[in-house]
């Protein structure tokens, strides 16, 4: 079988992200990542709305 992981490289080194000076938690970090990926989905979508392309 495939070994993914020399593809995907090994793990972070860092123990914990941060943004701006801030550390934060994985989960955290992946909550921001969604909550920015929907928030980009809900632009698109009024955007759209705007412009009378929806």
Do not use: C, K, N
């Amino acid at each position: 079988m495939f070994d993914l992981t020399s593809l995907l490289g090994q793990a972070s080194s860092v123990s914990s992200p941060w943004y701006h000076g801030v550390r934060v938690s994985e989960a955290t970090e992946l909550l921001i990542v969604v909550a920015l990926f929907l928030g980009v989905l809900v632009s698109v979508y009024f955007i759209q709305r705007w412009i009378g392309d929806y």
